[in-house]
């Protein structure tokens, strides 16, 4: 990677926008379909994800030197459960409604692909004060993709937005966009737009999953409509 | 009786991938073919069911009588890890008629969170370690059921003239949004 | 050597049959049905049938021109798709809820996946299961307001709906269950009114016998067994209530034989009307729901590439030979 790409600004503006997690790597699909049934949710989800990302990126990318390679996997896997257990508890002490709103989905982040994709893709490699500011722009793209689907849901499903009611009285909310099937299409609509305006993983034709963390294409969601190189890894998974 | 009331909720009243959106990643990246996905139906099956077991052993003979419940998620995903490893090295050894079905799908469940979200939903809801496993194997079973008729789906639909802004993941979510209403249907019982 | 040869690719001996003609023909054989609820329930139901059709139709320009796809309104298939919206529809429904479902049903299940003939879920049944998980309450709302059940009507007491009465083990008067004269949607009471019709597509031979008989006669096996088991006094009256009930006579002869959406192979087509018959019965006996037509068809219709797979017909001169041998 070229060195300006390391630069804090540059690390933010690319998990935001160019790298977008949910829109560009189609990575967390579980969490971003499960925990936007509201904005609320979403933030709620987002900013622990963050807060987990930048603390076990900075972790990783400090023990880098110390941990061997073989060991890289497990003791990346114990890092991040250790911050996730720890901010489980904060969570539940300091936010007990979003606590509960969530449920088993914090716990759950410790297998969200973001969070190791990123120790193995970029803290694994590089020092750590780029490595804090690629998870914090890693987590701000996913907390804003987060917030964008969790308010469309929230709005056109129950009429409000983080709670308070902003729809005129005369529109009926559907109550389908904040159930399970509004997810997907909710997801299946911002996708398919990003694909006609040409932004988000349409624009990627380079992607290279071993060079950015997965460990392979046949568990991603992406799998056969990647643009980079699992097109090719498909191949292997039918065989 | 009540029993069976489990298993057909965890099937397919709260389906694992439909309802709890839990081991997505695999429902849309390996449904594809059919072949491939009914193997990893059934390979989730197999190591949901262990996964299960073995943290339900863990959680119920370790964690609480040294009042180490916080420490479930590090153990639990730790072993997910291990157990993937293991029976992977196991049916190499002893079953490769097995080990060569499954293929190359048992390594990738260790990042389904549909394994760990089971382990962990057993100890919300204080699940003894026979229900716990029972009710892992059901989920897996959902998982299954919905991996295959989307991957029949899909297979169905690889000639179709979908636009062109939807092909690819877009057209698969929409299969799913729609899957997911179909199986609406199983939550009045 | 002046003579002109037609030089073509086969087929060379065709049918006149047309989507259109097929559409064209299901359009009126609904008519029946369509006319006795608009008698049934009032001039509201004759605006929701206007309006779900309109819309249709208006969503399917509107995405084929948006999508410089040709245009297919002509083969009147976004009719029909409307006019089952509509027919599934209670009577007093505000008028904005059909429309939201045909422009779903239209676009979201049909026209995203290819348009007529390459969706796997029948547009219409779609639709209304769409509607019912968003608007519960007014899709469970039967009161009638208009037309001989508007003004017969004693008052919120007696919208019961027939299905509920029979959930409880009570049966209900045949007499009115033959020929509509209850509360249900728009197009599902009046089983006389549909009868006619699918004994019209039967005759000019549109829709086949396997499913509605493979549907029906399950579902009716299994009631009566079951109405015997838990004691029900006239059981066979029951059963034959249950069949005329709710949407089964619409769901069995129209949505069920829907082309795109159900097995192409014979012995397909009995699977699926079978399992459709245990689906609707374990929704209606089983589970705590009244209906259980909407539901079941859909969820067959997701298992229908599934049943065609494993029903496909061998090619001539082909032996079976074990598919696991094949990589």
């Not at chain 1, 880098?64 to 904060?90: C, D, H, Q, W």
């Not at chain 2, 390996?30 to 197999?46: C, L, Y």
Request: glycine share 8%; proline share 4%.
């Amino acid at each position: 990677m070229k060195d300006n790409k390391d630069k804090p600004l540059e690390r933010i503006w690319n998990g935001i926008y160019v790298e977008n997690p949910v829109f560009c790597l189609i990575l967390g699909m579980c969490p971003t379909l499960a925990t936007t049934t509201s904005a609320t949710n979403a933030i709620g989800m987002g900013l622990s994800t963050t807060a987990i990302l930048v603390a076990s990126n900075l972790m990783i990318s400090l023990l880098k030197g110390i941990i061997p390679n073989r060991m890289r996997i497990p003791s990346y896997i114990v890092i991040i459960a250790s911050f996730v257990t720890i901010v489980e508890f904060l969570m539940e002490g300091f936010f007990p409604s979003v606590y509960a709103s969530l449920g088993i989905y914090i716990p759950l982040i410790v297998v969200n692909c973001i969070i190791m994709g990123r120790a193995e893709a970029y803290a694994g490699k590089k020092g750590p004060v780029e490595s804090v500011f690629d998870g914090l722009g890693m987590g701000i793209g996913f907390t804003l993709a987060l917030l964008l689907i969790g308010s469309v849901r929230e709005i056109v499903g129950a009429g409000t937005w983080f709670g308070a009611k902003i729809t005129p009285a005369i529109y009926e909310p559907v109550n389908l966009f904040i159930l399970a099937p509004g997810a997907f299409l909710v997801m299946a609509f911002f996708v398919a737009i990003m694909n006609k305006l040409k932004i988000g993983a349409a624009r990627r034709t380079d992607w290279d999953p071993t060079e950015n963390g997965c460990a392979d294409c046949s568990s991603c969601a992406k799998l056969g409509f990647c643009g980079g190189k699992p097109a090719a890894a498909e191949e292997e998974v039918k065989a | 009786m009540n029993i069976m009331l489990l298993a057909l909720s965890a099937a397919l009243i709260n389906n694992v991938v439909l309802s709890q959106f839990l081991g997505i990643c695999a429902f849309l990246g390996v449904s594809k073919k059919s072949k491939s996905a009914i193997g990893m139906g059934f390979a989730v099956t197999f190591v949901l069911t262990l996964a299960s077991l073995v943290c339900g052993i863990i959680y119920h003979f370790l964690l609480v009588p040294f009042g180490l419940q916080y420490l479930k998620t590090i153990a639990f995903i730790l072993i997910v890890a291990a157990l993937v490893q293991f029976v992977e090295m196991f049916l190499k050894k002893f079953v490769k008629s097995l080990y060569d079905a499954l293929g190359i799908y048992l390594p990738l469940i260790t990042t389904n969170c549909a394994v760990l979200g089971v382990a962990l939903i057993n100890v919300q809801k204080d699940y003894s370690i026979f229900t716990g496993t029972v009710y892992g194997f059901f989920t897996a079973v959902g998982f299954l059921v919905a991996i295959t008729i989307l991957s029949y789906i899909r297979e169905k639909m690889e000639f179709n003239n979908v636009p062109k802004a939807f092909q690819g993941f877009p057209i698969v979510m929409i299969t799913a949004a729609l899957m997911s209403i179909a199986f609406f249907g199983f939550s009045s019982f | 050597m002046d003579t002109v040869y037609n030089v073509s690719p086969s087929p060379h001996v065709r049918d006149n049959v047309t989507t259109q003609k097929i559409m064209g023909a299901v359009a009126l054989a609904l008519l029946p049905a369509s006319a006795a609820g608009v008698i049934l329930y009032g001039v509201h139901a004759l605006l929701v049938l206007i309006v779900s059709i309109a819309s249709a139709v208006l969503s399917e320009y509107v995405f084929e021109k948006i999508t410089n796809r040709p245009v297919t309104i002509y083969d009147l298939s976004a009719v029909v798709t409307g006019l089952l919206i509509g027919l599934n529809m209670p009577p007093e429904v505000p008028v904005f809820i059909p429309v939201l479902g045909s422009i779903f049903g239209i676009i979201v299940v049909k026209q995203l996946f290819g348009g007529i003939g390459q969706n796997f879920m029948n547009p219409a049944l779609g639709a209304r299961c769409f509607l019912i998980i968003s608007f519960s309450s007014q899709m469970t709302d039967f009161a009638a307001k208009g037309g001989i059940m508007g003004a017969s009507a004693v008052d919120a007491v007696s919208s019961a709906t027939p299905l509920a009465t029979l959930k409880t083990g009570a049966a209900f008067p045949l007499g009115d269950l033959f020929l509509g004269t209850t509360l249900g949607t728009i197009g599902e009471t009046s089983a006389f009114a549909l009868l006619i019709g699918a004994v019209f597509l039967l005759w000019i031979k549109v829709i086949d016998l396997r499913i509605p008989l493979s549907y029906i006669g399950t579902f009716f096996v299994l009631v009566l067994v079951t109405a015997l088991i838990r004691g029900y006094e006239a059981p066979l009256y029951y059963t034959v209530c249950e069949i005329f009930a709710g949407g089964l006579m619409l769901g069995a002869w129209f949505m069920a034989t829907d082309y795109a959406s159900s097995p192409m192979t014979a012995n397909g087509q009995l699977i699926y009307g079978v399992c459709l018959g245990v689906l609707t019965f374990l929704f209606r006996m089983v589970s705590k729901s009244n209906e259980g037509v909407s539901y079941a068809i859909i969820f067959m219709n997701c298992l229908t590439p599934m049943i065609e797979q494993f029903t496909r017909p061998l090619a001539f001169g082909i032996k079976r030979e074990k598919e696991a041998k094949h990589e």
